[in-house]
């Protein structure tokens, strides 16, 4: 966990004086969103509006943070979203998680070819975006609170918000990244 808080870190020499309203992390057993977290608290002036995004298969912080326990999660199909495909969230992250998430989104995986595609368009941006199947959600999460007028109230997220998706993974297993954006 130790070396994602140092991801907070660059990110926030990066961003300068720039305040980050909304931070949308991806969790598994919640080790990298706890990291990001404890991260946001040490180097961020503000706190952002924090959102959990998992499989929604495997969404063990979810059901832990509605219940205000860890909750195990009995997995009965492996996500696409493999990395996050978890059961149960580990208690150390556990102890952060549970006092600094209100809010938690899960995903089936029917967007991520889909989305892998689209940031793999060099049209989409300057640089061609090679970003994994654990490496959408935020951005699918992102575009699904956007549509929702009701979600967007309940997160004040509007046009001057100024989130941060983390993307942690490119192309890690080539094979299935090809042939995941060619479908």
């Not at 990110?11 to 969103?33: F, N, P, R, T, Y």
């Not at 696409?80 to 580990?90: A, F, I, K, P, T």
């Amino acid at each position: 966990m130790a070396g994602y808080t140092v991801m907070m870190k660059e990110i926030v020499d990066q961003i300068g004086k720039e305040k980050i309203s909304h931070i949308i992390l991806q969790a598994g057993v919640g080790g990298m969103a706890a990291a990001m977290i404890a991260g946001v608290a040490r180097y961020l002036k503000n706190i952002p509006i924090s959102i959990i995004v998992e499989p929604m298969s495997a969404a063990c912080v979810m059901e832990s943070i509605k219940s205000g326990k860890i909750e195990k999660i009995d997995i009965k199909s492996e996500s696409l979203m493999g990395g996050m495909s978890c059961g149960e969230v580990s208690l150390v992250p556990w102890e952060i998680l549970k006092s600094s998430i209100k809010y938690c989104i899960s995903l089936p995986d029917d967007d991520i070819a889909k989305t892998m595609k689209l940031l793999g368009n060099a049209n989409f941006s300057n640089d061609k975006i090679v970003a994994g199947e654990n490496a959408v959600p935020g951005v699918i999460s992102l575009i699904a609170s956007c549509e929702d007028e009701k979600v967007k109230e309940k997160i004040k997220l509007d046009k001057n918000s100024n989130i941060l998706l983390i993307g942690c993974e490119g192309d890690t297993d080539k094979e299935m990244y090809q042939k995941l954006i060619n479908l």
